[in-house]
């Protein structure tokens, strides 16, 4: 203010911080004191001495000039006030760095030349005063207004917070667009080098760790195991298939458990035909022959009560016959004379009383002659058979069921096996299976089982001789002596007609060579009486051939 002034303007002047504004419409000072110049004479550093208002006829220095009346602007304000027709308008003034709060400047920045003809430009040679520090918390310096009744315009200060309308507007770019470089640089390449060799080594870490946890878990497995398993297998099978052949014979095979007053038995048989005709071994059946029980129990489960229709101990075959059985399916019966040496067997039976038990294999060999039986020491119980071998594993209980072909037809009856603790037994024996089976041909069995079923007994064939069932030679020998109190040919007999002799050797029949009397009746007990024989007589050297006709005898039950 200009207080000393009795005749200045009473409206005070606008000031901002340390600066004092002219007031518009006042007189220019010709003197320059307000151009921010200091008073000639006056030394640095001595200028708060004379900080203070310059009246009139006030002190001035050696130019002439009044002193300033505060510290030069830093921002270069120009030391007058807004612009007049008199006057052109100031340069756009740009804020320089403001040093940090508190710190004074090192030198007051040189105002600028004066635009117009009445400035004065300040002396070179005289001090610079420093700018007084200023404080934290005061506010811009305005910049000069060409309206003096307007606010001033505040400065730019990077410490000052934006107005609250400017607050959150997004930030903007000006002025043209910033060019980037894409080249990568040495650093960059070396940035990119780390980061391919991090991923490569959690890449390697993960692998291993993988393969140590796969092959733990294959060494020591998982607490679920989940096996494999083939597909679904198709339901039908090959008739001529074991699987075939079963499923067709099983519905016809029966067990039988027999039990009479002093033993019982367990053994198979299959129907015959649909009247309830059952074929099984004799030996099976024999319990039961004074006084017994017989049941018969189907593959399905059912069961029924069976009689003896007949029975005969030198063919080891018997019928029986059960009643009140519809449905019955039998089964067809084969040609045991056309069965060869390896052909496919199946046998099913009752090994060990376990029903419906399937085996198979092949015919190891054809016109075995065995025998059976003999427990009762007279011979009247002995069986005679022209056998066909198989190596289907046969068992006690398997007696009486059938031996079938590929095609499911009946060509033999499982009757004996040989055991390891005997030389031939029946299949009663309790000894196991060693792969030496025989059954009855079904050509045989046939025969006798319709003649058992029409008379109740079965004719033998016979050649009219009695045989010395001790001679340990080879051949079957006739004896010189008849057996019970008869000739040992008898006369008028098929050997008599024959021209057979006592003690005649007979060595072969129809060429077949024979080493005892029992091969002899097996040989000839594999033919209907009736038919025609050829038979080899004689010592070696000495042999003659005789044709006769097989006579008929009632068997033996």
């Known amino acids: 203010m200009n207080e000393g002034n009795p005749t200045a303007d009473p409206s005070p002047s606008r000031t901002d911080g340390d600066f004092e504004l002219a007031r518009p419409g006042a007189a220019p000072d010709p003197t320059g004191t307000e151009a921010g110049g200091v008073p000639e004479g006056t030394a640095p550093g001595d200028e708060g001495a004379e900080d203070r208002r310059a009246e009139p006829g006030a002190d001035r220095g050696a130019t002439g000039r009044p002193r300033p009346l505060h510290d030069p602007d830093p921002y270069s304000t120009p030391p007058y006030g807004g612009p007049g027709p008199w006057a052109p308008a100031p340069p756009v003034q740009h804020p320089m760095a403001t040093p940090a709060h508190g710190t004074p400047s090192a030198k007051a920045p040189v105002p ?8 004065v430009a300040p002396a070179a040679s005289e001090p610079t005063v420093p700018a007084p520090a200023r404080s934290p918390d005061a506010l811009p310096d305005p910049a000069p207004s060409q309206d003096p009744a307007a606010p001033p ?10 107005p609250p309308s400017q607050q959150g507007a997004p930030l903007q770019h000006t ?9 990568r640089t040495p650093r960059d390449r070396r940035a990119w080098g780390r980061l391919v060799g991090a991923f490569l080594g959690i890449s390697l870490l993960a692998g291993g760790i993988g393969g140590f946890a796969g092959a733990w878990i294959e060494r020591e497995g998982t607490t679920e195991v989940r096996l494999p398993q083939a597909g679904a297998v198709p339901d039908g099978r090959d008739r001529d298939s074991v699987a075939g052949i079963a499923a067709r014979a099983l519905p016809s095979v029966v067990t039988l458990h027999v039990r009479g007053a002093d033993e019982a038995g367990t053994g198979t048989g299959f ?9 099984t071994n004799n030996h099976v059946v024999a319990p039961a022959s004074t006084g017994g029980d017989i049941t018969v129990t189907f593959s399905s489960g059912d069961t029924a009560e069976a009689e003896v229709v007949g029975r005969d101990s030198g063919y080891d075959l018997a019928v029986v016959r059960v009643k009140g059985v519809q449905g019955l399916t039998p089964l067809p019966l084969g040609d045991s004379d056309g069965v060869r040496v390896g052909d496919p067997v199946v046998a099913i039976g009752a090994p060990f009383d376990l029903a419906n038990t399937v085996t198979s294999g092949i015919v ?5 002659p065995i025998t059976a039986g003999g427990e009762k020491g007279d011979g009247s119980d002995v069986s005679y058979v022209d056998a066909l071998q198989t190596d289907a594993p046969i068992n006690p209980g398997n007696s009486g069921g059938p031996l ?7 060509i033999g009856i499982n009757s004996a096996i040989r055991s390891a603790g005997r030389e031939a037994d029946s299949a009663e024996g309790q000894s196991g299976s060693i792969g030496l089976g025989f059954a009855i041909p079904v050509n045989q069995a046939r025969r006798v089982a319709e003649e058992l079923i029409n ?9 009219g001789v009695t045989l010395d069932m001790d001679y340990s030679g080879d051949g079957a020998r006739i004896d010189t002596r008849g057996g019970a109190g008869g000739p040992a040919v008898l006369k008028g007999g098929p050997g008599d007609r024959a021209g057979l002799k006592p003690g005649d050797l007979i060595t072969g029949v129809d060429g077949h060579p024979v080493h005892s009397g029992e091969e002899l009746i097996v040989r000839i007990r594999a033919h209907r009486p009736g038919d025609r024989l050829r ?21 033996q039950n």
């Open 455 to 463: 008379t109740g007994h079965a004719n033998h064939p016979v050649i």
């Open 404 to 410: 079938l072909d590929s095609h499911a037809r009946v």
């Open 153 to 162: 315009t505040p400065r730019y200060d990077p410490w000052t917070p934006a």
């Open 364 to 368: 190891s060999a054809k016109e075995r």
């Open 112 to 119: 600028a030349p004066p635009s117009h003809p009445g400035a």
């Open 271 to 279: 129907v015959l035909d649909g009247r309830g005709h059952i074929l």
């Open 535 to 555: 038979l080899t007589v004689g010592r070696p050297g000495a042999e003659r051939t005789v044709t006769l006709k097989l006579g008929a005898a009632s068997g």
């Open 175 to 183: 002025g043209a667009p910033l060019a980037v470089a894409l080249t």
